[in-house]
């Protein structure tokens, strides 16, 4: 099956304790002001087929870089917790970037880990400045999605993949918005 389309997707997991952590890694401010169901908690990179399908790929805790996965289960997902939701951001790409986006993806299934190490590493290099070290084979959700897109998309946060959240995947999709 073709690939037509390419997408990006940003949830926030309402309030899992893993959600909780990763808003705080992002937003500290946001969260001492109570908004913390604003800010997204995940990300993942979706394809629309040729016969309308959509499927997604995602790096979790516990399952690393995994796909591709019927985009329905996001809404059976959401519909199991409060306050979780989803926003998918539509790449304009040709169908041959998005097709070689999606072999990319595939390409990584077994290849990548998760790592929860990483993502507190990324609170001191946000609040404090100090180096990531560089993981090619573990990515927290939005590192793969950035990894991913580049070149055809650069999401990179200060022109490292390491660094990039959510949060500054959804800054980057709707400026200009």
């Known amino acids: 099956m073709k690939v037509v ?3 990006i997707a940003l949830n926030h997991s309402g309030d899992t304790i893993l959600g909780k952590l990763i808003c705080w890694v992002q937003a500290p401010a946001l969260v001492r002001k109570g908004k913390r169901g604003t ?3 995940h990300a993942r990179l979706g394809f629309t087929l ?3 399908a959509q499927v997604y790929f995602e790096a979790l805790e516990g399952t690393g870089f995994d796909g591709p996965k019927p985009e329905d289960r996001v809404a059976n997902w959401i519909k199991k917790g409060a306050g979780r939701w989803t926003e998918l951001y539509h790449l304009d790409l040709p169908p041959e970037i ?3 986006i999606y072999v990319r993806a595939l390409g990584k299934l077994g290849k990548w880990s998760y790592s929860v190490p990483q993502l507190l590493s990324m609170y ?4 404090f400045g100090t180096r990531l070290r560089q993981s090619p084979d573990k990515v927290i959700c939005s590192e793969a999605v950035a990894r991913l897109v580049f070149p055809d998309e650069d999401l ?3 022109r490292n993949f390491e660094n990039v959240t959510p949060m500054v ?3 980057i999709m709707t400026a200009g918005a």
């Open 5 to 7: 389309s390419c997408y």
């Open 156 to 158: 990179r946060y200060k």
């Open 50 to 52: 040729e016969d309308g």
């Open 169 to 171: 995947i959804q800054r």
């Open 98 to 100: 998005a097709n070689a």
């Open 124 to 127: 001191f290099a946000l609040r």
């Open 39 to 41: 800010i997204p908690t």
